[in-house]
């Protein structure tokens, strides 16, 4: 993990201390969700820089936005990062996701998505993805809830030309996604949200993908969160050169409207 250097905080800045990507192919998309009627969202951007024995600068941003009238759901993520070291470049990625969920009866939704992302070093020239499935809500008390969401998702991924014996290689698989989603207030200003993803090949039970995201949030004010993460993914079938287990503790400021 590298140490806190000077940092650059832009717009509403994260000040973070991050490990690596703790993704494993699977991003959590559900905790960006806002539950109010109408037009919302959130940005989140930071910077990192250090000079000395260290020149490096990092820059990332996130965006989300949803719609939501009655009983329907309208939801657009996108997040960058770009990472130099020393004049190498070592964070390349862009990610982005559009979810619609309609309710159908009761606790009963469903969810049909597409997602874009590429990323240098988890080697996707581009992973492209669309999924459908139902999502039910197991249990609600007061300030929280448990939900379930099952999908059938078909995944295309292009190697990099990288040199590694399967650079450009092209894949075509089917999975299985699903996802147990825990969030719950604490008291009026804390709140935890827990959420974890399986997603196994149909054709290949024993190639799956983890990852298990918590996270704290603080309201410091109407419009601003103190926001502590922590992300764990594990992959049985990564690409090569491709660590299996990933780890990502990240803390900062989150603005939304």
Not at 212 to 222: F, H, K, R, Y
Request: hydrophobic share 40%.
């Amino acid at each position: 993990m590298r140490s806190f250097g000077t940092s650059l905080v832009a717009c509403c800045a994260l000040v973070c201390f991050l490990g690596g990507s703790a993704e494993a192919q699977i991003v959590n998309v559900l905790s960006k969700v806002g539950s109010e009627e109408g037009l919302s969202g959130g940005i989140e951007v930071s910077g990192e820089w250090e000079t000395g024995n260290v020149n490096l600068l990092e820059v990332t941003g996130e965006g989300s936005l949803h719609y939501r009238s009655g009983p329907h759901l309208v939801m657009f993520t996108v997040a960058a990062t770009y990472g130099i070291e020393d004049d190498e470049v070592y964070d390349k990625n862009i990610f982005e996701h559009l979810r619609y969920r309609p309710q159908v009866v009761g606790d009963l939704e469903w969810e049909v998505y597409a997602q874009h992302e590429f990323d240098k070093f988890r080697r996707l020239s581009a992973r492209v993805l669309a999924g459908t499935g139902p999502r039910v809500q197991l249990m609600d008390w007061d300030g929280g809830k448990l939900m379930f969401g099952s999908a059938y998702m078909a995944e295309y991924i292009l190697r990099p030309e990288d040199g590694l014996p399967d650079a450009r290689e092209e894949e075509f698989n089917h999975r299985w996604s699903s996802y147990f989603s825990l969030s719950t207030s604490i008291t009026p200003v804390l709140s935890l949200s827990q959420t974890f993803y399986a997603q196994p090949r149909f054709d290949a039970f024993d190639d799956v993908r983890y990852l298990s995201d918590t996270g704290l949030s603080a309201q410091v004010s109407e419009s601003f969160s103190l926001v502590i993460s922590l992300g764990l993914a594990y992959d049985t079938a990564p690409p090569l050169a491709v660590e299996k287990f990933e780890s990502a503790l990240e803390a900062g400021l989150a603005w939304g409207f």
